[in-house]
């Protein structure tokens, strides 16, 4: 299934309906699996950059335990 880079960041950054956006809620390997997929420098890596370090660890560190 092909998807836009912008698709992907609209879905990650959907809200649920107990309002928590899609990216707080995944886990470390499905956004590991995005991140992979994910063109360089697009705007669903950037994304899953910031969570990781909003949640203090390690962008390298979590991506390369969970890919």
């Known amino acids: 299934m092909a998807t836009t880079k912008i698709e992907t960041l609209h879905w990650l950054m959907a809200r649920r309906q107990n309002g928590e956006a899609r990216i707080e809620?995944?886990?470390w390997r499905r956004l590991a699996h995005i991140y992979h997929s994910a063109k360089p420098n697009s705007p669903a890596r950037r994304a899953i950059l910031a969570e990781c370090r909003r949640c203090g660890y390690t962008p390298?560190?979590?991506?390369a335990l969970n890919a």
């Open 25 to 27: 809620t995944l886990g």
């Open 60 to 63: 390298s560190t979590i991506l």
